[in-house]
């Protein structure tokens, strides 16, 4: 990587704790990425994307507000970014994947908030976190208290936009949301200074359906046995989507599918999968929370699909051809699509299950892994029904609550083994 400590001390981060992050990446990388084998050629631009976290994408962050440009971080799918892009910003996502300034955090919010709330808090105290110090504005949402209260705390930090996201999905809710959606753009053109028309939010649109479109089609190359990509490289490829540039990721997206399309046309039909398939739905995995994937798939198994935000909820509908379609018309399939998304806020969440359950036959997976963060009261709440109706229509299911730290990876190992053992004996049994 360059010597981006100009770029970093003119951020105002804290250096010595922005070096000890940083130096904790490598190790973990290499462990967790590196060492997988038969890994598609077109990772590589992923793992530079990554080796330059903090460089490169940063300086383009910089450049780009050099030039009189606005940068806005989200937490959450629900904010549309085809509105931020209309207007000529740029919008990163916000990572909160690992522990950090834990005792600095629990001065201020309480112990059992889940570790991602606790995660971003502590990088925007300890001024680790380029993408927050670059950012001119945060757009939160209120899916659940522990981020609704917490933003109301990251507000005395950095400027905070709180959008009111609906809990069903009457239509009074999505007038509601629809009426969030034109208070954010109001936000927005005041921010940038820029009108938002029917035309650049027509192309924000194209823009991120472009890119959603690619992660649709990186999804149904897992369909394949066996399936020609990790899941944990599957979900790098999903975190690095919330920050890297629009166009760019898209376009190496779309190459890498060239490449994984070919490599299922290339299978011989006579290759028989050892590897268990399983689907893994829940919390969202920020990077670089890589835990779960990697205990599953060093212990006989491939993750095939992602029932997460950091996976199929991200990208699984498009706004659509807005071609004949005016404002009013524009904002309305913004707002259907996004309240499409079967997050755990949601009550009640029937249609998450009901996905679950075709996706499951779909992709043929031997088992589906439940996961929650601990003190994440939506999933782990919803995690009992969705074992409960995956194990009702005969599909193996088992749930998992974890947090970020390391201690209880050999525990999660014995449990994740046993469940796989169960999962052989029931594919020898089915011949
Ligand atoms: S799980 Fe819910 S709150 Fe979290 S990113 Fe997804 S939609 Fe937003
Ligand atoms: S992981 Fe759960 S508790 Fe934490 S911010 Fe997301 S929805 Fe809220």
Do not use: L
């Given at each position: 990587m360059s010597d981006y400590r100009q770029m970093w001390t003119d951020l105002g981060l804290n250096l010595p704790a922005h070096d000890a992050l940083l130096n904790a990446l490598p190790g973990l990388y290499k462990e967790i990425y590196l060492s997988q084998t038969d890994r598609p050629k077109g990772m590589e631009y992923f793992d530079f994307v990554v080796s330059e976290i903090h460089g490169l994408r940063v300086r383009e962050l910089m450049d780009h507000k050099a030039k009189g440009g606005k940068v806005l971080a989200a937490m959450c799918v629900f904010v549309p970014e085809e509105v931020v892009y209309a207007a000529g910003a740029i919008c990163v996502g916000l990572c909160g994947g690992i522990d950090w300034a834990s005792d600095e955090v629990e001065k201020i919010l309480p112990r059992n908030l889940c570790a991602l709330i606790k995660s971003f808090m502590g990088f925007k105290l300890d001024k680790v976190c380029p993408y927050f110090e670059v950012a001119d504005l945060v757009v939160g949402e209120t899916t659940c208290d522990g981020k609704k209260k917490s933003f109301e705390v990251l507000n005395d930090y950095i400027p905070v936009h709180v959008m009111e996201t609906p809990q069903m999905k009457n239509e009074a809710d999505y007038r509601m949301w629809a009426g969030e959606i034109r208070r954010f753009i109001t936000v927005v053109e005041k921010l940038t200074g820029n009108t938002i028309t029917e035309e650049n939010l027509r192309q924000g649109i194209r823009k991120i359906d472009a890119r959603r479109k690619a992660l649709q089609r990186l999804s149904a190359t897992r369909k394949a046995s066996p399936s020609p990509i990790s899941g944990k490289d599957a979900l790098l490829i999903n975190q690095i989507a919330f920050y890297d540039d629009v166009d760019r990721f898209t376009l190496k997206v779309n190459e890498l599918c060239d490449e994984l399309e070919q490599r299922n046309a290339d299978a011989s039909p006579a290759t028989i999968e050892d590897d268990l398939r399983i689907m893994v739905t829940g919390t969202p995995m920020a990077i670089p929370n890589w835990k779960i994937p990697h205990l599953v798939e060093t212990s006989g198994a491939r993750i095939v699909f992602d029932e997460l935000c950091t996976g199929e909820r991200s990208f699984q509908n498009l706004v659509g051809?807005?071609?004949?379609?005016d404002m009013d018309g524009m904002i309305e399939a913004i707002c259907r699509r996004s309240l499409e998304i079967d997050c755990a806020?949601?009550?009640?969440?029937?249609p998450r299950i009901d996905k679950i359950l075709t996706k499951s036959k779909e992709y043929r997976v031997d088992g589906v892994i439940h996961y929650a963060l601990q003190s994440c009261d939506p999933f782990t709440i919803e995690g009992f029904r969705v074992e409960k109706s995956l194990k009702e229509k005969g599909i193996a299911a088992m749930r998992l609550e974890t947090d970020?730290?390391?201690?209880d990876a050999g525990q999660l190992k014995t449990r994740i083994e046993a469940f796989f053992e169960t999962l052989r004996e029931r594919r020898e049994m089915n011949g």
């Open positions: 051809d807005m071609a004949d379609k806020c949601f009550t009640p969440n029937q970020y730290s390391q201690e």
